[in-house]
């Protein structure tokens, strides 16, 4: 008796596609941002924080940062391609940088909103990695 293979075939093709939609597989337009915009955050053990944000194409504008998991969420708007801010930050926290990710809204006439995260690091550590994102 013959075995029927279309079930596994099926089972195999979807998860080929998903694993290649979920990784971002295909229409990843991730590598045009990540040569477009860069962030970068710093500790520094005099005890603040300098955000550097660069839009290589110069057209950005507006961007909103903020600094999330403090008491008091820090939040501005620039609206230049590139800034650089400086934020008290006075001791690193208990549990580590992560829970003080910098988010940064992006407004940009040809890539429409841009969403970026970053973690802070210390001075002699390698930057983590960006999260790019594109609504």
């Given at each position: ?5 279309g ?15 979920l990784t ?6 991730k590598?045009?941002?990540r040569?477009?915009?860069?962030v970068d ?10 955000i550097s ?9 507006l961007?909103?940062m ?8 820090f939040q501005?708007?620039?609206t230049?391609s590139?800034?650089v801010?400086i934020?008290?930050?006075p001791?690193i ?5 992560s829970?003080h ?5 992006i407004?940009?006439?040809?890539f ?5 995260k970053?973690?802070i690091?210390?001075?002699n550590?390698a930057p983590?990695?960006?999260i790019y994102?594109?609504?």
């Open positions: 008796m013959a075995k029927k293979l079930p596994p075939i099926f089972l195999g093709v979807f998860t080929i596609l998903a694993i290649i939609f971002g597989g295909g229409s990843d337009d590598d045009v941002l040569q477009t915009f860069t955050a710093i500790y520094y053990d005099s005890g603040y924080v300098e944000y660069v839009d290589k194409s110069s057209q950005s504008t961007v909103v903020e600094i999330l998991g403090m008491d008091e969420t501005k708007t620039y230049d590139s800034f801010e934020v008290p930050f001791t926290p208990k549990y580590g940088w829970i990710p910098v988010v940064l809204e407004d940009h006439p040809e429409g909103h841009i969403q970026l970053t973690e690091h210390l001075q550590e983590p990695t960006i994102s594109r609504t």
